[in-house]
């Protein structure tokens, strides 16, 4: 039974020393993250949508600034 615990102790350090160095890892962005998720989860469809709602937000966001008398010609 000692050997049992030892190992399982070795075992439990080595998790906690892999989980302390992945937190002082530094996050990736918002950007990367969403990348790893359509990679990953194979979520293609989704990239449409937000580049729609993006630019729509670009153009809520400078139809109230100097920019708007240059974006109305455009419609």
Known sequence: MPGK?????????QQGNDFCRQ???SAPGLIAEFRDF?????KWWLLPIILV???????????G???????YPIF
């Open 5 to 13: 615990t030892s190992s399982s102790d070795s075992g439990g350090k």
């Open 23 to 25: 937190a002082e890892e």
């Open 38 to 42: 359509l990679v990953h989860n194979r």
């Open 53 to 63: 709602l993006l630019l729509v937000g670009l153009l809520l966001v400078l139809s």
């Open 65 to 71: 600034s100097v920019a708007a008398p240059f974006i």
